[in-house]
Every structure is written in structure tokens, then in C-alpha cells.
């Protein structure tokens, strides 16, 4: 790629990004779109969906950019709880790392790039038609004593990092104990989550949790509700709430066609229609009502149960003890808040959970490996030929150059960012299908697939030019590797660095215009009336963690390649600082609080760059004839594994589960707080299937029969 | 190899199996060995040490085979605890596993072989010079359908091993739960140890100990001991029991000396260096005293302490609860048994631990790797050249051509079994530094590194003939790993049927005849008083087990390649389970009881050995040209580790820590027991640093100067 290739790719993104802030910052003040820009501020009151016409209306203005820039971390805190803090603190985190890198990078390394001469076909002069590989190290001569200079940067920002890294830890980890430590009494921390309960012949379930708990924890052990199977009515109660939506649309049709169109014939079939499906309606919640009563009495009972203790102290212990003398039975585990648990997925036993969380990481295995086959098949339709066999209508069409230029040009490449739009929702079933029990946790175990899909299909896939089999053929031979690495990587210096400022910049400002929701909202804004109910999006984090950690992964392990990837990283960076915290204001509200539990894996990614960055050191060095460089490069990665092993053993106990010191610390201050009493009955209360929940849609208010219903 | 020499080699074994057993035989009998061979019985004081001459003593009997074949698992349990039951369940499993591989070894595999012609030069009719590759799979033809024989016997066998290995743990599970249920209340069931205690500026460990637990554990903390540094003191100890130790020799001395030389002048100066050594002894003992005064008072405290609880249950809950909000303090560890404690090693903090033990790695892996330099080196200088040139003296000898050939043929082999002798004491040491607190821990951790130790330098480097660069381009190279093993280790079959004829039979019947220590007390019979204490010994199961191991590792690896082998291991494991048992019956006694903690290990080497060997199995497949075969083996290790995946789950925890239901079963039948108060004032007493007893050698009494002392 030449200079002012890059310089097009630069100027087209600059005046997207432009578009982008510029219909923002009008859009966003247009009542219209308040559901689209800020949902969080309209639920809020903050914000109201009618007022007047104003013309400063139409006049963009950057308002939103100084409040988002003075929004402290402790508003944020109070705003998204301390996973938006780590979010956060992961993007201030880049921007720290990149611009003591992009320091060393531009003014140190990219000069004794320059200066080389390995790449012979250099014309000074013509500066905007050069290669951009001039800046990379592969023009720095073989052998070359100025590739010290490279194996100093190495080691400086390695260290660099890894100190970051272990104070941002010890920040997350002393925020998640003080935050601990000021936190109200939460049900979740007073309860377990129990599976794999032994079937007796003998009594329920409920009556083996009861007897099991009451002998083992006899002083703090305090109630139980057992898991109940509710597959069905799930799948009722949710054909009710379209049904009733449905009806509710009828109902307000008919009332303004009665307005407007007085006397047509088509009014009454709509009337008799509405009342058709208000009939069914109240059928279906009957059957919800009967379905709840079986399942309440006849006991329908999942081998689950939540929990419930005296303190917190004691729900700790029971977590951490294996409680039965078959370990595969009574396996305890901390329960989720009551919000963030996943219902569908209670009923399994030791085994199934395990198969089922084998096949899921098998079938996640395949599917990031061969994810590029199908990708490349359907991208070898959209050559001309196929698609005139395909589709004969266009070939007149196809025949115009500039739409043959677009097809072939542009076409592949969407047809992969549609693929790739689908990988997000994608692994996020398959961990909702692995046994995990709360979105949180379904939620960080996606961020975990996702984020190795990215490195395995955009990275090794880009740097091996896709193809699967040297990718393995590499993997395979783990003493060529960084051979292989140091030829594959630098070459692919000037791809990365474009995929910065058109992946990077484009998605950080599509999400600041919020592309999608905002043409879906166009589209159905006809269909729905101003008075729906409509929820407020939650922070897709298993979306937006990995896709800021692959940029992480890419500047760490670029920066001394080619270090002009740097400004552009920065840039990125700052976009994102601004722009997440302002979608943090508007936009988004938690769903969920993990308490920072998003920090280990953003603490792994980093470590794996760093470590994918020495081993294209090692084989750099080498390649470049300076093996005692690359001999000298060889314990750092050991060391940087070393140090996470600290870490490890230093932070990460903290993220698992609280300490006895700090549990007992918590339960002696709500020992004289008269409000305990009540917090107990609630807590019995808290884990409620919502199932299970009394339904009432329909007006035909003598449906509500049985008070036994409403207490199941 | 060919047949004859093969059955000369039998020859020889056997007859040395036989005279090692009828020398046993008599020795036995004659009290002047008992020491040896009945230690355990004399000190149970079932065996008398005088007793008159009778001529049977000089006639061989095997009184003692059918005493040790008659010996049933609860007399086992009795004389040595689970870990004896193990060791010998060990040694039936692969009595189980290689009677059934026999069968299907000998009457279907063993023919098969031998009808291939794969090897032409055979001649049927000259059976004895036929070279042993006859009877294994090279013979078999490439691309011959009988080849799926093999491929049946190897899926046949390792469902076998599977089914077999699950129920020994199901079994050995329960015996250990069983065993706790039975046990008596156990110090070290009510105790934990803590370690990496931070220091306070403001009041000792034992203050800040104190204040620490009874406000975590108000109602079950029983009280604590703080470890003290006794490096010293321990020093000091040891030089007191030597001095004593002499003095008793020379005071005897002097004694009989008087009754039969008397006048003489050598009586007077030994009777003055008597009192020199006496005076010396009490100067010793008076220092011991004041470092002991020193370490109770002066508060010599290491950062570690036992803690006792009033229940198993509340000890358990200290254990597994993270006690600190930071993780690398207060680290608490199940507390061994009181005379099973490895006091040296307390003073260690949480870094210098995990240092240590990443040292201790770091060594073992190096010595394991590159042990066989230095021998091959050592081997080197036995050729004859070599040894003219450093002793010029032995040239007249070496020209006989019978001792040349002694020196050239046995010497090498002579030297490496010199250097794996010293393997377990230096793979103890290792151990012994690495941070482990018990000396069960320390022999469980021998016994691993023993095990792979063996398996690199034994089998590996006779299968890749010993040049570590060949074995590192192997392992680095993962895709082709099955195709040189299965070039290598067929092509070893001949060594390794010998290895075990030669060292097997070998080592297990010098086992029996104990050769060193009969030699080294023939030896020191002289300078020994009869009256002196001599200690039992304990099993050397860091020694033993991996042999065992080692051989169950050649058996199932070699089954299906030269099915030969099986006849010969049968004859290895018969003779162990005679030979061990009877060593249990008279000779070790146990030193520690870990409840059967060895099994994991024995587990993990049987499926690491199935691994092998279907690895193996798919190279040899592909090799003949079967790749159908080959293809097929491939999900057998994958269903092998996911059956190592299931019993890690489903058994491994009993074997860490006792179940939350067990522990509150025992703390319950306690609850009525009247001794329990007498058990608890007992407990606090039970872990004492030997170092900190008061010793007495000295007839001088008035040293007993301090009550303090002896409450240290």
C-alpha cells in the first residue's frame, strides 16, 4: 500500500466520522428519535418526548462531547455500576499504553525505520507514493545495530504495561471490596445456587433441601425455593404477551378508524377480530394459570434449588464446602442476583451439564476455526460470472463498469461483516446453552468466545492469508512459529493500520449514531404508538469488549513493527473515551452488576498480546540476523507468564468470591440493624421464576380465581 | 534379539530369583538378621532376637510365601494403613489388567504376528535363532486385515483398564470415607495450618493469630501454636544425639575393655576422653536449653502457626474459606499429622514459597531432561583406551580378553543404575525444598517426579536411542510424534522384554533379600552395641510405586505391538505381590497415613499410559498402510482423557479434602463423648516442634534447671 492510499482511506473516514458527530448532534435533539439517543435520560424523566419546535433544534452543537468529557468515574459508577468503571478504565487503559508506546514509537522508532535501507525501491522525493512499508522494521538492514534500539522498545513497554497492568488490578480489586464493604444487604449474597440434588423415593426434592441444609448448617441456614420446570409455561406466557400486544393494536386501530372512517364494512370485521382475539387471550391465560397451578402442586420439581442463609458468612461457607460425599451431587454455587438469573437452563444434572458444556466448547471450536469456509464460498458467488448465472436479470446492469466495480469490490466484504455482525449473537446462545445461570455470566463467557473468534478470524486469518490449513500446518509446528510469524505479521502492517481507521473509526461512530436501532426505529416507528412500553438497551458488553481488546491486541503487537499504526490507535481510543461515556449517560443502563468481573478477562487478553508480541519479536530478531537479540528476547515472555501467575494468585481470588475477613466484617454490621427481619422475608421472596409470576392481560377480571395461584 | 538369547537371559534371572529366595529362606531364620529382615516383628516384640541354634534354621522353607499369600486386605489395613492397601491394589490391577491383555496378548495376537511374513528372513524350523521381531507387529504384512485384530485389542483393553480403573477408585473412595468414619478423633482432623501471616508492627504473630480467628470463628476456635525458627536449635539437637552416641560407645568400650585388658594403657586415656566427650555433651545440651529459652520468649516467631477448632467442621470451613481480602496472606492449609510435619520449612512466606517451588521446577525439569549427558559422559570413559590411559596399571589386566569384556559389557550398565539410584533421594530432596509441609506431601511429590523421570530417561531415551536433541525435535514437532513413535518403540520391544526380565525380577527379589541393608549391617555388626535402638523402616513408596508404575506403563504401551512382554510382567507382578506383601507383614512399618492419597497418582500413570499407547497405535497404523485403522483410534485418547475428565469430577475431591455431610456426621457422634475434653486439652499440646522438647543425654540432672523450658 502507498502513502496516499492510506492518506484517501484517512480523509474518507475523517469525513464519515464528521457526518456521523454532525447528524448526532442534530438528531439526538429531535424528539423522535429520544427512544433512539436516549432511552436512558426518557425512562428517567430526565428528558421529555414533546416539546415545541425550536429551530436551535436544527444546528448541531457538541454539548454532549464537554459533558461527556467531565463525567467523573464516580458519576459513572452511580450511572452503570463498577463493570461500566472497567469498561471504562479498559479504554483509559489503551490510551495510557499507546501514547507512552506511540511516544517511543513515532519519535524513536519510526526515525531509525526511516533511515534504513533494506527496501531498496525508495524515491525520497516522492514521499506520496511510497510504500508504507518505508515506516515498518523490515526496512531496517539485516543485522543492523539500530535494531536494538527495537529490543529496547520491546522490553521498556512490556514493562511499561505490566506495571499498568498490576495497579489497574489492584484498583479494580480494592473498588470491588469497598463497594462490597458500602453495599446494602443483597439477597444474592445471602444465597446458593444448589444442583444435581440426589432423587429420593421417598419425600420431594423440597423436603431432601429442607432436611439436607437444616443438619448440615443447622445456625445459619434460613429457607429454600426449589427450581421448578417451566419450559412450557415460559412458551405460554410469552404467546400470551404477543397475543395481547396484538389485541392491544386491533383495539387502538379500531378505535381511529371509528374516528375516521365511520360506517365502512371493514370496521366490523376488525371488531369481530379484536374480540376473536381477546377470546384466545383469556384462553391462553387460562392455560398459563392451570399450568402454573400444576406445576406448584403436582411438583414438577427441577433437581435445583436457591438457598437461603442467615448470613452472609454461612452462604460462603456452603459454597465453598463440597458438601456431599459424592461430589457430583449437592454442587453449590454462588447464586446471581435475582434480575440476572437465567431461568430456561435449571433442570440439568452433573452429567448433562457437563456433556452439554463439552459439546458446546467443541461445537465453539469448529465454528471459529472453519467460520471462514462458508464465508469464502458465498464470497466466491459474487464473482460476475456466477452472478449472471445466478441472477440473469442483471446482466445488463453488471455490464456498467462502475456497478461491476462495486459488486466485486465491495460486495465480499459486506457479505463478511454481515457474517461477522452474526458472531456476537451466536456465541452468546451457545454459552447460554453451556449451563451457565445468569446473563452475566452467559454474557462474560461470550466475551470470552467472541474475543477468540476475532483474534483466530481476523488476525491468523489476515496475517496467513486465510488459509486454514497453514494456519493449522503453523500451529502444528510449534518451532517455526515465530519464524513464520516474523515473515507473515510485518507484511500485513499497512492492512492493520487501514482496518484502524476504517473498521475502528466507522464502528465507534456507528455506535455513537447507533446505525441500526436507529433505521429500526425508523422502520416500525409507523407500526407502534407513541405510548408502548420500550425497554432500555443494556451495554453489549460480550459485543464491545473484545472488539476495544483486538485493537489493543493489534497496537501492542504492531507498535514496534510499524509504529505508524499508533496515531491512529490513539484516535480510535479517544473516539471510543468519548463517545462510551457518553453512550453510558444516554444510552445505556446495567442489566446486571457483576462487580467488575469483566477485569480477568481484559487482563488475559492483554497478556496474550504482550506474549503473541514477544514470540514476533523472537522470530524478527532472528530474521533480521541478530540472534543474540532474539536469544535476549526469549525470557520475556516467560517473565510476563511469570507475572501473571502472580497476578493471578494476587487478584483473582478477589473476583471469584469474598473473603471469610471481609463476609464477617459485612454480617456484624446488619447484626443490630432492625430492617433484617424484613430483608429475610423478602429474600425467600427474591428468586421467583417469572413463569411462575400471576399473569393478567386480558379484562376479564373473573379469571383470577384461585388465590393459590398468585402464591406459586 | 533372537529366541535363545532371550531364554539364556530368562535363565540366568530365574536362577538368581531362586537363589535370592532360598538364601532369603535361611537368613531369615538367623537372629543375627532379624534386624533385617523381621525388624517390624522385633519391635512388636513378636519375634525374639536370642533364641538357641536348631538345625532347621539352615533349611530353606516357604512358610513365609503362603504366610504372605494367606494375608487378607483387612490384615493389610491393619499392619499398614490405606496406603498399603493401595500399593498392593496397585500391584493387583496390574495383575487384573495384564492376566486379561495376556489372553488376548498370547492366544490371539501373539499367533496373528507370527503368521505375517512382513519379515522375510525367517526360517521357521531354526525356532531358536529367530530373531523375537517374529512375534510382534512388524511381522504383520502392510495394508493386511488382520491388522484390525490388533486394532479390536486395543479398544477391548482400554475399556477394560477404563472400566477396571473406575471401579479401584470407586472402591478406594470408599474405603477412605469409610476409614474416616471409622477413625478415632484425629488431631489433625480438628487443625489447620496457616501460613504467610502478616507481620504487625504493633503486637507479635501470636497476638495478631489470636485476634484473627476468634473474631472470624467465634465458636469454633479452639486456640493455636505459632511455629518458631528453630534451624538452630534443630543443628544443635542433632550434634547432642551424636555426642551421646559416642559417649555410650566409648563408656561401653571402656567397660569391656576393663573386664579384659586391664592395665593396659590405653584404658586411662579413653576413660579421660569419656569425661571430655561427657563435659562436651552437657555444654551442647546446656546451649540447647538457653536457644530454646531464647526462641519461646525472645519471640523467634515464623510467620506461620497451627490453629485449632473445637470441630472438624469449623476446621474444614477455615480451610477452604479465603481468609484475607488480600490472597496471599493468611493462606491456610490442611495441617498433616503430628509426626508427619516437615518442620524445617516454616518460616517461608508467600513469595519465597512460590519462588522456591518454581525453582525446585525449574531444577527437576533440567535434571530430568539432561540427567543422561553426564552419564553418557561417565560411559564414555569405560572404553578400554580411556581406562589404559587414566589407571596405567590396569593394562596387564585389561588385555585378558574376559575382563575386557567385563569392563566393556557391564560397566556402562553399572554406572547408570549407580546414577538412578540416587534418583529418589534427590528427587525427595527436591521435594523437600520446594515448600511442602508434610513428609507424606514430600514422598507424594517424590513419587511423580520419580515417575516421569522414568518414564523420559528410561523409555523415552531408549525409544529415541538417547540423544535429547532427537527427543526435543520429536516433541516439538506434535504432527509427527505417532509416526516416530511408532518407527521407535516397536523396534525397542526386544530391550524392553529384557529390561523387565533383567531389572524387573531383579529388583523385586533383591527387594525381598533388602541387599544394602543386609550388606551395610554385616558391615557395621561390628561397631554396633545389640542394644542400640534401630528404627523400623517405612515403605519407600517415592521409590517403589513408580517402578510398579513403570512397568504397568511398558505393559500396556507394548501389549499390542509384542505381546511377548505380557508372560514376563505377569511372572514381575506375581513375584511383587508375594514379595511386598511379605515386607509389609515383617519388615516396613507405616510412618504417615495420608488415607490413601497415592491413588491419584497411580490413576493419572495408567491413563497417561493408555494415552501412549493409542498414540503409538495410530502411527503403527498409518505405518501399515491401514489409515481406516488409524482414523479410528484417533477418538480413543480423546474418550480416554474425557473419562480422566469424569473421574477428576467424581473422585478426586474425596481424596483433597473430606465432604461438608461426613465431617458434620463425625463432629455429631463426638458431641456426646466424654474424652472429647481430654482430646482437646491433648490437641494443643499435639504439634510441638520437636526442636523445642526438652533432651536429656547427660547423666548430669541438676541441668533440668527451668520449668519454662520444658512448656516451651
New interface residues.
Given amino acids: 500500500m502507498i502513502v496516499s492510499a492510506l492518506l484517501t482511506s484517512v480523509g474518507i473516514n475523517t469525513a464519515l466520522c464528521v457526518l456521523f458527530f454532525t447528524l448526532y448532534s442534530i438528531l439526538r435533539k429531535q424528539p423522535s428519535n429520544y427512544e433512539v439517543y436516549v432511552p436512558r435520560l426518557l425512562t428517567e424523566g430526565t428528558s421529555k418526548r414533546r416539546s415545541r419546535f425550536k429551530l436551535e433544534r436544527l444546528i448541531p452543537s457538541a454539548g454532549w462531547v464537554a459533558k461527556a468529557w467531565r463525567l467523573s468515574e464516580e458519576e459513572l459508577f452511580s450511572l452503570s455500576g463498577l463493570d461500566g468503571v472497567v469498561f471504562m478504565r479498559m479504554i483509559t487503559f489503551s490510551l495510557k499504553t499507546f501514547t507512552f508506546a506511540g511516544i517511543i514509537g513515532i519519535f524513536v522508532l519510526l526515525p531509525v525505520n526511516c533511515w534504513g535501507n533494506q527496501l531498496k525501491d525508495i524515491d525520497i522525493a516522492d514521499f506520496v507514493n511510497n510504500s508504507l512499508d518505508v515506516f515498518t522494521i523490515s526496512n531496517v538492514n539485516s543485522g543492523s545495530h539500530w535494531l536494538w534500539v527495537h529490543f529496547s522498545a520491546v522490553y521498556i513497554v512490556t514493562g511499561f504495561i505490566c506495571i499498568l497492568l498490576f495497579y489497574e488490578y489492584k484498583y479494580i480489586s480494592s473498588r470491588r471490596?469497598s463497594y462490597f464493604y458500602s453495599s446494602e444487604p443483597q439477597p444474592h449474597h445471602f444465597t446458593i445456587l444448589v444442583h444435581s440434588i440426589p432423587t429420593s423415593s421417598s419425600g420431594s426434592i423440597s423436603d431432601s433441601v429442607q432436611s439436607f441444609f437444616s443438619?448440615?448448617y443447622p445456625s445459619t441456614y434460613l429457607s429454600h425455593v426449589v427450581v421448578r420446570r417451566t419450559g412450557k409455561i415460559r412458551s405460554l406466557v410469552n404467546e400470551a404477551k404477543k397475543m395481547y400486544k396484538r389485541v392491544t393494536q386491533l383495539r387502538s386501530d379500531s378505535t381511529q378508524q371509528k374516528n375516521t372512517q365511520r360506517g365502512f364494512p371493514g370496521l366490523f370485521s376488525r371488531k369481530n377480530s379484536v374480540i376473536y382475539y381477546e377470546k384466545k387471550l383469556e384462553d391462553i391465560e387460562e392455560n398459563v394459570r392451570l399450568k402454573q397451578l400444576e406445576a406448584s402442586l403436582a411438583g414438577e420439581e427441577a433437581r435445583a434449588a436457591f438457598v437461603f442463609f442467615k448470613s452472609r458468612f454461612g452462604a460462603?461457607?456452603?459454597f465453598?464446602?463440597?458438601?456431599?460425599?459424592?461430589?457430583?451431587h449437592w454442587i453449590t454455587e454462588l447464586a446471581p442476583e435475582p434480575h440476572d438469573v437465567y431461568w430456561p437452563f435449571f433442570s440439568e444434572s452433573?452429567m448433562r451439564r457437563?456433556i452439554s458444556k463439552?459439546v458446546v466448547v467443541l461445537v465453539c471450536t469448529t465454528f471459529t476455526i472453519v467460520f471462514l469456509i462458508p464465508v469464502v464460498i458465498v464470497q466466491g458467488l459474487t464473482n460476475l460470472n456466477q452472478l449472471e448465472i445466478l441472477f440473469p436479470f442483471l446482466t445488463s446492469i453488471l455490464t456498467i463498469k462502475f456497478f461491476s466495480q462495486i459488486v466485486t469490490g465491495y460486495l465480499p466484504s459486506l457479505i463478511l461483516q454481515l457474517f461477522l455482525k452474526l458472531v456476537p449473537p451466536a456465541m452468546e446462545f451457545l454459552s447460554s446453552i453451556q449451563g451457565y445461570i445468569s446473563h452475566s455470566d452467559i454474557e462474560m463467557s461470550a466475551s470470552r468466545k467472541v474475543l477468540w473468534f476475532t483474534v483466530w478470524n481476523v488476525f491468523f486469518a489476515t496475517v496467513f492469508s486465510g488459509s486454514i490449513l497453514s494456519m493449522f500446518?503453523t500451529l502444528?509446528?510449534?518451532?517455526n512459529i515465530p519464524g513464520k510469524l516474523a515473515v507473515a505479521v510485518p507484511a500485513q502492517a499497512s492492512f492493520f493500520i487501514t482496518y484502524v481507521v476504517t473498521q475502528g473509526w466507522t464502528s465507534v461512530s456507528s455506535e455513537l449514531f447507533r446505525v441500526i436501532p436507529f433505521i429500526f426505529s425508523w422502520i416500525t416507528r409507523p407500526f407502534t404508538s407513541q405510548d408502548d412500553e420500550f425497554e432500555v438497551p443494556s451495554t453489549p458488553y460480550h459485543k464491545d469488549i473484545p472488539r476495544v481488546l483486538f485493537f489493543g491486541l493489534l497496537g501492542i503487537t504492531y507498535f514496534f513493527l510499524a509504529p505508524l499504526i499508533l496515531p491512529f490507535l490513539l484516535a480510535y481510543f479517544c473516539l471510543a473515551y468519548i463517545i462510551f461515556r457518553n453512550q453510558f449517560i444516554n444510552v445505556y443502563a446495567p442489566k446486571y452488576d457483576t462487580a467488575g468481573k469483566f477485569w480477568p478477562i481484559i487482563h488475559n487478553s492483554m497478556i496474550f498480546s504482550l506474549v503473541l508480541m514477544h514470540i514476533i519479536a523472537v522470530g524478527i530478531f532472528a530474521l533480521k540476523k541478530l540472534s543474540l537479540a532474539s536469544t535476549l528476547t526469549m525470557p520475556l515472555p516467560v517473565l510476563t507468564l511469570?507475572f501473571n501467575e502472580?497476578c493471578r494468585?494476587?487478584?483473582?481470588?478477589?473476583f471469584v468470591?469474598y473473603?471469610?475477613?471481609?463476609l464477617?466484617k459485612k454480617d456484624r454490621q446488619d447484626q443490630n440493624d432492625a430492617t433484617m427481619t424484613q430483608f429475610y422475608e423478602n429474600l425467600v421472596n427474591a428468586y421467583k421464576d417469572p413463569a411462575l409470576l400471576p399473569i393478567q392481560h386480558s379484562q376479564n377480571n373473573d379469571n383470577l380465581r384461585s388465590p393459590l395461584i398468585s402464591q406459586a
Same sequence: chains 1, 2.
Fill in positions: 471490596i443438619e448440615l460462603a461457607t456452603a465453598h464446602l463440597q458438601q456431599s460425599v459424592n461430589p457430583t452433573f457437563w463439552l500446518n502444528l509446528d510449534p518451532k511469570l502472580y494468585k494476587r487478584f483473582l481470588p478477589i468470591a473473603s471469610a475477613e471481609s464477617k
